[in-house]
């Protein structure tokens, strides 16, 4: 049907329309590209593009001109779906080059046909592919915090451990965002988590507080990692384990000297199996909550400022 389908956005786990492009690829075995990667493409090619130009930077506006003057040089034929439609010049020259044009709803069609009679009105199926919470796993892991701070490298530790003692789990994801954040990290790290978990991952997005607090209370671990080790400014730490949710992390010498691994949480690097039974993990977060409780309240943080 298609061998290559080239779309305006490319990042499935950020944007719709390339979620269409990323599943069409998939439901016809078809290569998903940008159209940065035209180079990739060859007279003789069956391709669609899906496209949406409603928010084109100048880079991507620039590609899109060399995309059609490359199509022009080699021969190159193809066919166009358009989520949207604002009748700009782009629009128009695609159009003027395409074999088949694709309206993903009547009003963008009624449009179309005001220039081509070669529109065929069409709808964009459901995205949503989950299955979801996916119980039934014998441990639920839980992670929440910024998705730029994610360390994957400590993850593939977890992954393979797990892995080597035979354990059935999922692990959950919820990120959030600072102001300033550049929202794109986040598809290339869902990508390399997904690479590392496969099918034991999934992904949240940006939970509330009252969201987030929920799947503490009813995972069985929650896990988050940083770049040297655990500080005492971590909050991300502080909520489950006053919430009886098992942690797992990364300790080093300037972590909190409350913390000690097998005792109320778990190093990473002393992971092992034993850890990870039902009984020691209740008796690990036990004595969590007592030392979280003690050492890191909001009384105790007061009075040592008013000292």
Excluded at 12 to 36: E, M, Q, T, Y
Excluded at 38 to 62: A, F, N, P
Excluded at 80 to 95: A, D, K, M, R, Y
Excluded at 230 to 255: E, F, K
């Amino acid at each position: 049907m298609f061998s290559h389908i080239i779309s305006t956005n490319i990042k499935p786990h950020l944007s719709g329309v390339a979620k269409f492009g990323f599943l069409l690829s998939k439901k016809v075995n078809a290569d998903f590209l940008g159209f940065f990667d035209m180079k990739k493409i060859h007279r003789g090619d069956k391709v669609m593009l899906s496209v949406s130009c409603d928010q084109l930077d100048m880079e991507l506006e620039t590609q899109i001109w060399r995309f059609i003057s490359y199509t022009e040089e080699k021969r190159i034929k193809y066919s166009v779906f358009f989520h949207t439609w604002n009748g700009n010049s782009i629009e128009n020259e695609l159009i003027k080059k395409a074999r088949s044009i694709y309206a993903g709803n009547m009003e963008i069609a009624l449009e179309l046909k005001k220039i081509t009679q070669n529109v065929k009105s069409l709808w964009s199926p459901s995205l949503i592919e989950g299955v979801g919470l996916r119980n039934g796993r014998d441990i639920h892991i839980f992670s929440f915090g910024m998705a730029f701070k994610i360390q994957t490298k400590y993850h593939e530790i977890l992954a393979e451990k797990f892995e080597e003692y035979g354990i059935n789990y999922i692990v959950r994801f919820s990120t959030g965002f600072h102001e300033r954040a550049n929202f794109g990290n986040y598809d290339q790290l869902a990508t390399e988590l997904e690479e590392i978990y496969g099918d034991n991952v999934q992904f949240f997005g940006f939970l509330s507080d009252d969201a987030v607090d929920h799947f503490l209370r009813t995972s069985d671990i929650y896990v988050n990692f940083f770049p040297n080790g655990a500080r005492a400014n971590n909050t991300t730490l502080y909520a489950p384990m006053s919430r009886g949710c098992p942690v797992i992390t990364n300790l080093d010498m300037y972590s909190p000297g409350w913390m000690s691994s097998g005792k109320n949480i778990i190093d990473i690097s002393s992971l092992e199996r034993g850890l990870l039974t039902k009984k020691k993990l209740s008796k690990i977060n036990q004595q969590a909550k007592i030392d979280v409780s003690r050492n890191t309240n909001w009384n105790k943080l007061i009075k040592e400022m008013q000292q």
